[in-house]
């Protein structure tokens, strides 16, 4: 099964059918609004009314709705891959600028992970073509772009906007829950919960009550925290705690996963994944790190009750600032075993788009996959999975043992 392509999801459709009468290259456009998982938008300003979710994630009809993209139909190569990463600059802009915009408001503020996804994967596909899209010829050979993202393409090359998008970015209400869920540590239903409370700003929320520590925090530090991180902070962060860790346990592997390793050039976060080849002295080396990491400032707060007493990993969670720096950066450190370290560094490079697919590609086989290991499973999708996970030293070997061909970091943006 080795070198079996990434296996397409698809995406649910139905649900309500609103005309904002905008046209579309002459035509009368009918933009077809599915469920969200926390709100449903009508066309009118400043009306938004929860709805529920009628789909488990894992029931999706493919004939329905959107088919996501398979991977290999637009970039398989590295060097196409790399449109994506900024090392060559996008020639799409025009388009995905839009797209995402519209994949983070369904997103990060009405919670509609299934829509976001599908703006998301359209997004990510166009970044990574060597060419600019001036017509609808330009995306007739691009498999996995259903009929309602073509659509949307369409609108925009013909109007310069996305008429959807308008009437998002006008409701009033909805503009208002963008804003409070900008906030780390606030998601979508907290925003909605907050907007209720009366609560109209980030700073009407130094009034709210019942906040997370997290949400306490990400108000503390809210101007750095909403800001990228550009890649050499990101390094220097990443040499920075090595050469502390490595002080402490000699041999100690500290690396950065997420978008960074897949060769962005900003990041949302740092997101250190660590481990020791010897198979025994990670164990208990996360609380020595924080506290030297705290002592040297490095670390300026911490989330209580981050640390997890589990046999594979022990995480931290906490706002820190490199020397030589000007902001504050969110800060995720993650302590694995040797036995799991392949999983983790899988799962944590992402990006998630790619795991679901190997999820899927493992669930195919028979596999349960996480980030901590991959479990024979008996009994169909629903039924018990083993306890200990089959050994895989290294990624590449997780590939093969699911069947999927390797991809280097810098081509898992998918």
């Given amino acids: 099964m080795e070198g079996m392509p990434l296996l397409p999801e698809d995406f649910v459709g139905g649900a309500a059918s609103v005309n904002v009468g905008s046209k579309e290259c002459g035509q009368e456009v009918d933009y077809s609004v599915k469920e969200s998982t926390v709100l449903n938008i009508n066309t009118n300003p400043g009306h938004v009314d929860p709805v529920p979710r009628d789909l488990e994630k ?8 959107e088919p996501c993209f398979e991977f290999g139909s637009v970039c398989e190569s590295s060097v196409m891959g790399r449109h994506i990463s900024g090392i060559i600059p996008c020639m799409n802009k025009h388009l995905t600028d839009i797209l995402r915009e519209m994949w983070e408001i ?13 703006f998301r994967k359209a997004a990510i596909q166009l970044e990574k073509l060597p060419y600019k899209i001036l017509s609808m010829e330009d995306i007739k050979h691009i498999s996995g772009i259903g009929k309602s993202m073509v659509a949307n393409i369409k609108e925009i090359l ?32 907290l925003a909605l919960k907050l907007y209720q409370e009366g609560h109209r700003s980030v700073s009407d929320l130094v009034k709210a009550s019942g906040l997370s520590q997290m949400a306490h925090i990400g108000l503390k530090y809210y101007d750095d925290l909403t800001l990228r991180i550009p890649r050499d902070e990101v390094t220097a962060a990443e040499k920075y705690v090595q050469n502390e860790g490595e002080t402490l346990c000699p041999g100690i592997c500290i690396s950065v996963a997420g ?12 997101d250190f994944l660590i481990t020791h080849p010897d198979g025994h002295s990670h164990q208990g080396f996360l609380a020595k790190l924080v506290e030297r990491l705290q002592s040297t400032g490095f670390i300026t707060e911490g989330l209580h009750g981050t640390y997890q007493a589990s046999k594979k990993v022990d995480t931290y969670m906490g706002v820190g600032r490199v020397p030589g720096y000007q902001h504050y950066r969110r800060i995720d450190i993650k302590v694995y075993s040797k036995e799991a370290y392949a999983f983790a560094l899988v799962y944590f490079t992402g990006n998630d788009v790619l795991n679901r697919k190997m999820r899927y590609a493992a669930q195919r086989q028979g596999f349960k996959l996480n980030d901590q290991g991959l479990y024979l499973r008996y009994g169909g999708k629903k039924g018990l999975s083993c306890t200990e996970s089959i050994p895989c030293e290294n990624e590449r070997e997780l590939f093969r043992k699911i069947g999927l061909s390797f991809l280097e970091p810098c081509d898992r943006n998918l």
Avoid: F, M
């Avoid at 109007?159 to 900008?182: F, I, M, N, P, Y």
């Avoid at 978008?259 to 740092?270: A, E, H, P, Q």
């Fill in 58 to 65: 894992d029931q999706i009809d493919a004939s329905e709705g």
């Fill in 106 to 118: 369904y997103e990060s503020v009405l919670g509609d992970d299934w829509r976001a996804l599908t």
């Fill in 158 to 189: 013909c109007t310069g906007k996305l008429q959807k998008l308008e009437c998002l970015k006008a409701d009033a209400k909805v503009s208002t829950l963008r804003h409070l869920a900008s906030v780390w540590g606030i998601g979508p239903k």
């Fill in 259 to 270: 978008s960074y390793r897949r060769g962005n050039l900003t990041c949302g976060d740092i």
